[in-house]
């Protein structure tokens, strides 16, 4: 039996029609018939029903559907067992960090880590924690760099570094001559945030509620655009302490009273590490280390034995 025609039998069951499997999978319709044909002559029943709409699972169809569910579920995770048993880094590498870490960390680390290891496919992203959590537990990603992760069954995290929050403002605009600045003094400047809820969004509003206040925010956009728009005087940004030194933005801050969040690294309970993660980990624990000891990054405190 081909797992090919598997794959290509379950994206019909998702759809519900061949021409539309056909259109997501990129062949043709008579190709992805011919897929269908050699199962049903392979099993000697027949799994599908056309009718005026497409076509409807039979009900050894709808059995076929379940049980090759698993089956392939099964062949992926005995695929990534066997990759992970290799000890020179090859594939595919999925990988989320953290945009306030885009600059000084991870691009250095992928420069590197393309240097090393150019015959691994790397894909990169840089989104909040709450994203990134989410890609990785739908298998997305196969590693992602995330905020305090507490007893999540699907998540195996180890805390790296506890990175201190800053209030980043225009050049100029007087933050640099202040030692750190209260919650009631930030409840008073106008901020930009992130359009969607982050980590330490929700523990600045959290304090803020505290002292029955809230933050003043005027702009929400995505993370990219926070530190430009600060640059050009419309707000102050609230984010942690490895943004700070950033070549691209003419910027100053300041740290802000009792506000941190903890940074872990993270992978999936049920996937084994592969060798190519095993390296990336690597690579970014000695670059964290690194930046920490050359004093770029203002605010943080290394986990005792993590890097």
């Not at 090919?4 to 319709?29: C, D, M, N, V």
């Not at 709409?53 to 569910?69: K, M």
């Not at 579920?73 to 953290?98: C, K, M």
Request: aromatic share 6%; charged share 20%; proline share 4%.
């Amino acid at each position: 039996m081909n797992i090919l025609s598997l794959r290509y039998f379950l994206k019909i069951a998702e759809h519900g029609s061949i021409t539309r499997a056909a259109a997501e999978l990129h062949i043709t319709q008579p190709a992805l018939t011919r897929h269908v044909a050699h199962l049903e002559d392979h099993l000697r029943v027949k799994l599908l029903m056309r009718h005026g709409r497409g076509v409807r699972l039979t009900e050894p169809g709808r059995l076929l559907t379940t049980r090759a569910q698993a089956i392939l579920a099964d062949i992926d995770i005995l695929s990534e067992e066997l990759l992970a048993r290799q000890t020179e880094p090859q594939g595919e590498l999925s990988v989320g960090l953290p945009w306030s870490w885009s600059e000084g960390i991870t691009a250095p680390v992928v420069k590197q880590f393309n240097e090393l290891y150019p015959d691994v496919r790397l894909k990169v992203i840089a989104d909040s924690s709450e994203t990134l959590e989410g890609m990785l537990k739908s298998q997305y990603l196969d590693f992602a760099v995330l905020t305090m992760v507490e007893d999540d069954p699907e998540i195996d995290s180890s805390p790296v570094a506890n990175d201190a929050a800053f209030l980043f403002g225009p050049k100029g605009c007087g933050l640099a001559e202040l030692n750190e600045i209260s919650m009631a003094d930030l409840a008073e400047q106008p901020t930009i945030r992130q359009y969607n809820a982050t980590v330490v969004a929700k523990r600045t509003d959290q304090r803020l509620a505290k002292l029955g206040r809230s933050q003043n925010v005027v702009i929400k956009t995505s993370a990219s655009m926070m530190l430009e728009l600060s640059e050009l005087g419309l707000g102050y940004v609230v984010m942690t302490g490895c943004a700070m030194g950033s070549k691209r933005y003419e910027l100053e801050a300041v740290a802000i009273a009792d506000l941190s969040v903890t940074w872990t690294i993270s992978t999936l309970r049920m996937h084994p590490k592969t060798a190519a993660v095993n390296a990336f980990e690597a690579l970014l624990r000695q670059a964290i280390r690194a930046r920490v000891d050359a004093g770029g990054w203002p605010g943080v405190t290394l986990i005792e034995g993590a890097v």
